[in-house]
């Protein structure tokens, strides 16, 4: 049977919190998958990008690599995420284009501010399947107070651009030395009328 009963108002309070914690946790649930996604459409965009792509913050954490950036170092994401670049092996660094000065340089450039805006460099790295040219630029990353706050190091893989442009300059020579033998007889035989 039932039995009409008023409800107290510290029962009507408690309903209203659990209500209301209720929402919030919706609330919270819904935001987290948003960001889940937001960050797994970033993942995927910085991974279909050709380029490596590292970024370090202040102290020399790294905070985010790509796959071509795995590719180069032999090393997993989170064997990269979990050591510090200045810490990092020397075959790890030399892929990046650094050595152990002239990463704890550039990190004691960023915690006083005075990395320059973009710095582009080319260097070679060879592993044991071949030879590697690449094209290092680094960009401060700025927080919204102005400081620098990180370090964006982009490595694009030149190697095949310089063989073919190597390749073209071999052709050019071959057709040029081609033109100028028979120019030379020709020349030598009408010096001789």
Do not use: C
Request: charged share 20%; hydrophobic share 40%.
């Amino acid at each position: 049977f039932t039995q009409d009963r008023q409800i107290s108002s510290n029962e009507t309070e408690l309903l209203k919190t659990i209500l209301a914690q209720g929402s919030i946790a919706l609330q919270n649930a819904h935001n987290y998958l948003q960001a889940k996604n937001g960050r797994d459409r970033l993942t995927a965009l910085i991974n279909s990008i050709e380029e490596g792509i590292l970024m370090v913050d202040i102290e020399g954490n790294v905070l985010l690599a790509n796959d071509p950036v795995q590719e180069l170092t032999n090393l997993s994401l989170q064997e990269l995420l979990k050591t510090p670049i200045d810490k990092q092996p020397d075959l790890v660094l030399e892929s990046l284009g650094y050595n152990q000065t002239e990463i704890r340089s550039l990190l004691n450039s960023l915690d006083h501010s005075q990395l320059p805006i973009t710095s582009k460099t080319l260097f070679e790295f060879s592993d044991p399947q071949r030879t590697y040219i690449i094209e290092k630029v680094n960009s401060p990353i700025w927080g919204h107070d102005g400081n620098i706050i990180g370090l964006m190091i982009v490595l694009r893989d030149i190697t095949k651009q310089r063989e073919i442009e190597q390749t073209r300059e071999a052709i050019t020579e071959t057709v040029v030395h081609d033109l100028r033998s028979p120019m030379s007889a020709i020349v030598g035989a009408l010096e001789l009328l």
